[in-house]
C-alpha cells in the first residue's frame, strides 16, 4: 500500500510536468501582455516602457523565462502579481480557503442527498418516486449554473424580501456582511445560494449514476444469496449492495473533478465569492499572468491530489484491488 | 429438409431508428431540436435586426409586438435569442464532429496497436483529462483571439476549436475501451487471416461496431459543448460582440437583474430546453443500441 501510494505519486510528476509547459507557454506567448494599458498611455515613454520590461524579465528567450518560473515554483514562490504588486502565493493562499469551502460544502450535501435518492430509486424502480425522481434529475443535469444562479439571485435576492426588516432574504456577495466579519452563521447565510446553485446539478449526476449502478449490483449471485439467507432488506441494500455500487462512483468522482472546479469558477463568479475562480476571472480580464498560471497550476495540484486520494479510498473500498 | 421460417431482412439502421422512436421523450426532443435548428435558420425571416437599437424602446416587457421583450438597448430579444441559436447549435455540433473524429483517432490506434503506441497516447490522455478544462478555455480564448490572422479572430472558429480541442479525451477513452475488446474477437482473426491489413481492419470491421457507444457519448459532449460555449460568452471569453450568442445575452441580462429581471430568463431557458433536449435523444439512443433492453413487440 506505501510503496503504491510513493509509485501513484512519483507517476503525477511527468504530467505536472506537462502541463506546466503547456500553460507557460500558452500564456506567455499570449499577445497584448500585461503591458498593453502602460503602451497606451501617452504619457510613458519608450525608453520607460522598454526599462519596465527589462525590470520583469520579459526580453528573455522563453526556456530562460521558464526555468526562472518553475525554480520559483518549487520554491513556493510564484511570482508577483503585475496588476497588484503582490505574492501570487499570498493571493492564491487567501481564495483557496473560500473555493474548499464552497466546493466541500457543496459537495457534503450532494453526497448526503444524491445516494439515499439513488438507493431509493434502484430500490422500486419504475415507481412513482423512481420516474419523479427521473424527471428531475434530467431538469438538473441539464440547468447552467450560471443561469441557475442568476435565477435564484432574481428569486431570493431581487423579488423575496424578508418580511421583518425589508431586506434581501440571502444576501448575495462576499463571505459575510459588512461589520459581521468571521461569524460561522453569517457565512453560512451567504453560502446558502452559491451552494444551491453548485450542488443541483452534482446531485443529479450522482443520483442517476448511483441508481444504475445499484440496479446493475442487484442482480448479482451473492445479493440473492444475501436476501435467500434471510437477511432484512436493509442491511441487503446499505451493507452488501451500495458497498459494491459505490466503488464506479469513486472513480466518476475522482474524473469529473475539474469539472467540479469549473462550476466553482461560475458561481463564484456570479455570487462575487472571494474564492480562486473569482480571482482567475479578474486576473484574466487584466491580463495578469503571473496570476493566471498561479491559479492554473494550484487547480491542477488539487485535482491531482485528489484523483490520488480517490485511487486510495477505491483500494481500501474494494479489497480485490491489488498494489502491486 | 427442414427449411427456416422465413424472415423478413431489416437493416440494422432501420431496427436502431423503431426502437429509438419507442422512447417517446426522445421522439418529441428530437422534435424540439428541429424546430429550433430551423427556427434559427429562418432568423432573418424576422422583422426585428437582432443589433438594431432603439434607445426609445428599452426595457420592455415582454409583448405583442416584442414577443420576449427588449434588452437595454431596445433590441428585440427574441430576434437575437434566434440569431444566438444559430451560433450555439453550430458550435454544438461542430466541435463535436472534431471531438469525435480526434477521439476516435486516438482511441482506435492506442486500442487497437496497443504497446508503446498505447502508453504515449494515454499519458498524454490522462494530462489533458488533469487540465482545469474552463481555466485553459479562457486563457485560450483570450490569446488566441488577438493573433493577426483573420482566421482566428472570427471567435466562432476559435471557440470551436479550442473546445473540440479539450473535450476529444472522452471519446478517445471509450474507443480505446471497445476496440481493446473487439480486436480480440474471432471476425477480426478471420480478417486478418484472409490478409486484411490493419487499416482495413480498424475501420470496416471494428469501427461500425462502435457506432452506438459514440453516438450515445456524442450526445453528452454535444450538450456540454452547448454549456461550455454559453458559459464561456457568459463569463466575456467566449464569441465576442456584436455576434448574439444565448451566452452572452445572459451576461448582459445579468447586468441588469434589478432594472429587468426578467431579461435573463429566456436566453437561459433556451440552453436548458435544447441541453435538455439532447440528454434525452441520447437516453433514446442508450435504449435503442442496447441489445440487452428488450422492447414489448
Redesign the interface.
Known amino acids: 500500500m506505501k510503496t503504491y501510494a510513493l509509485r501513484r505519486i512519483l507517476q503525477t510528476i ?2 505536472l510536468f ?2 506546466s509547459i503547456l ?1 507557460f507557454l ?2 506567455r ?4 501582455g500585461p503591458l498593453t494599458a502602460a503602451r497606451r498611455n501617452p504619457n510613458i515613454s519608450k525608453e520607460q516602457l522598454e526599462a519596465i520590461e527589462e525590470k520583469l524579465g520579459l526580453n528573455d528567450p522563453l526556456p530562460v523565462q521558464y526555468g526562472r518560473w518553475l525554480g520559483d515554483m518549487l520554491k513556493g514562490n510564484m511570482g508577483e502579481s503585475i496588476k497588484f504588486r503582490r505574492p501570487v502565493s499570498e493571493m492564491i493562499g487567501e481564495r483557496i480557503p473560500n473555493t474548499l469551502l464552497l466546493v466541500g460544502v457543496s459537495f457534503l450535501i450532494t453526497l448526503v442527498l444524491a445516494i439515499p435518492i439513488g438507493i431509493l430509486s434502484a430500490r422500486k424502480p419504475y415507481s412513482v418516486f423512481d420516474y419523479s425522481m427521473t424527471t428531475v434529475t ?2 438538473g ?7 441557475l444562479g ?2 435564484l ?2 428569486i431570493f435576492y ?2 423575496l424580501k424578508n418580511p421583518f426588516t425589508g431586506e434581501p432574504l440571502f444576501p448575495v456577495g462576499g463571505l459575510n456582511t459588512r461589520g459581521k466579519e468571521g461569524e460561522l452563521l453569517d457565512t453560512l447565510w451567504h453560502l446558502t445560494l452559491p451552494v444551491a446553485a453548485l450542488s443541483l446539478g452534482w446531485i443529479a449526476w450522482y443520483s442517476r449514476f448511483l441508481r444504475s449502478s445499484m440496479l446493475d449490483v442487484l442482480h448479482e449471485d451473492y445479493v440473492r444469496t444475501a436476501r435467500a439467507k434471510g437477511l432484512k432488506d436493509n442491511m441487503v441494500y446499505y451493507k452488501h449492495a451500495l458497498r459494491n455500487a459505490i466503488l464506479p462512483l469513486v472513480t466518476l468522482i475522482a ?1 469529473d473533478l ?2 467540479l ?2 462550476g466553482a ?2 458561481v463564484e ?2 455570487f462575487s465569492w472571494p474564492g480562486m475562480g473569482r480571482l ?2 479578474d486576473a ?2 487584466g ?1 495578469d499572468y503571473p496570476v ?1 498560471l498561479g ?2 497550476m494550484i ?2 495540484v488539487l ?2 491530489v485528489c ?1 490520488i486520494l480517490a485511487d486510495l479510498a477505491y483500494g481500501w473500498l474494494d479489497p480485490q484491488v491489488k498494489y502491486d | 429438409m427442414i427449411e427456416a421460417p422465413a424472415r423478413r431482412e431489416q437493416s440494422m439502421a432501420l431496427i436502431v431508428l423503431r426502437r429509438f422512436f419507442k422512447h417517446r421523450l426522445a421522439g418529441i426532443a428530437i422534435g424540439v431540436i428541429l424546430i429550433l435548428a430551423i427556427a434559427s435558420i429562418l432568423a432573418g425571416l424576422n422583422q426585428y435586426d437582432p443589433t438594431a437599437q432603439n434607445p426609445t424602446d428599452s426595457f420592455a416587457k415582454p409583448n405583442s409586438a416584442h414577443w420576449f421583450g427588449t434588452d437595454e438597448l431596445g433590441r428585440d430579444v427574441l430576434s437575437r435569442i434566434l440569431y444566438g441559436g444559430r451560433v450555439s447549435l453550430a458550435v454544438g455540433l461542430l466541435s463535436t464532429f472534431l471531438s469525435i473524429a480526434l477521439g476516435v483517432v486516438v482511441g482506435a490506434l492506442s486500442g487497437y496497436f496497443g504497446g508503446w503506441m498505447d502508453s504515449v497516447l494515454m ?2 490522455t ?2 489533458f ?8 478555455l ?3 480564448g ?2 488566441l483571439r ?2 493577426q490572422l483573420f482566421i482566428l479572430q472570427n471567435s466562432v472558429f476559435v471557440v470551436i476549436v479550442i473546445i473540440a480541442a479539450l473535450s476529444w479525451m472522452w471519446p478517445a477513452r471509450l474507443v480505446r475501451g471497445l476496440f481493446l475488446v473487439l480486436r480480440e474477437k474471432e471476425f477480426v482473426t478471420a480478417s486478418r487471416a484472409l490478409g486484411g491489413g490493419s487499416f482495413r481492419i480498424i475501420v470496416q470491421h471494428i469501427l461500425p461496431n462502435c457506432v452506438g457507444p459514440i453516438l450515445v457519448s456524442g450526445t453528452l459532449q454535444m ?1 456540454s459543448a452547448i ?1 461550455t460555449e ?2 464561456l460568452s ?4 467566449g464569441v465576442q460582440p456584436p455576434t448574439p450568442t444565448w451566452g452572452s445575452i ?1 451576461s448582459t ?2 447586468n441588469q ?2 432594472r429587468a ?1 426578467w431579461l ?1 430568463f429566456f ?3 433556451m ?2 430546453v435544447t ?2 433536449a439532447i ?2 435523444i441520447g437516453d433514446g439512443l442508450r435504449d435503442a443500441f442496447d441489445p440487452y433492453v428488450i422492447h414489448a413487440e
Open positions: 511527468p504530467i506537462i502541463i500553460l500558452l500564456v506567448a499570449a499577445p497584448g434530467f431538469i443535469q441539464s440547468i447552467p449554473v450560471y443561469w442568476l435565477g439571485i432574481v431581487v423579488a474524473l475539474p469539472s472546479f469549473a469558477l461560475f463568479t456570479i482567475f476571472w484574466a480580464k491580463r493566471l491559479v492554473v487547480t491542477a485535482i491531482i484523483n | 499519458r498524454v490522462d494530462a483529462l488533469t487540465f482545469p478544462t474552463i481555466f485553459v479562457i486563457i485560450l483570450a490569446f488577438e493573433q450538450a454549456i454559453s458559459g457568459y463569463l466575456g471569453f445572459l441580462a445579468q437583474v434589478f429581471p435573463g436566453p437561459g431557458f440552453i436548458f441541453v435538455m440528454n434525452y
